[in-house]
Nanobody, 130 residues
């Protein structure tokens, strides 16, 4: 049930910043782990950051640690990914993701530092180029 919708992608120069947003509807986002995934051209989809609902810990892929920050706004049922010091290798389609709720067993999941996430949105494109 519900859906996830990302926004905020675009074209930015190396060293620039973007803030991605993801609004959940139809369910309470704070009940679930959240994460951000990305897929670059020619590469597998990978997780970049997540926040655990069970222990409150935040995790980042080493390549983005210190540059990206994941956060939530409970009043807006929204998650964010603040991306600073962007590099060309950050170019990808970015997806917000959660570990539920699931009306049926997910056909696909992606393992993150917060466990397996089984639902995500349609993505927002980020391009980092001079």
């Amino acid at each position: 049930q519900g859906q996830l919708v990302e926004s905020g992608g675009g074209l930015v120069q190396p060293g620039g910043s973007l803030r991605l947003s993801c609004t959940a509807s139809g369910f309470h986002l704070p009940y679930y782990a959240i994460g951000w995934l990305r897929q670059a051209p020619g590469k597998e989809r990978e997780w970049v950051s997540c926040h655990s609902a069970s222990n409150g810990n935040t995790y980042y892929k080493d390549s983005v640690k210190g540059r990206f920050t994941i956060s939530r706004d409970g009043s807006k049922n929204t998650m964010y990914l603040q991306m600073n010091s962007l590099k060309p290798e950050d170019t990808a389609v970015y997806y917000c993701a959660t570990d539920g709720p699931y009306s049926e067993m997910p056909l696909e999941t992606i393992q993150t530092g917060c466990g397996a996430l089984g639902r995500w949105g349609q993505g927002t494109q980020v391009a980092v180029s001079a």
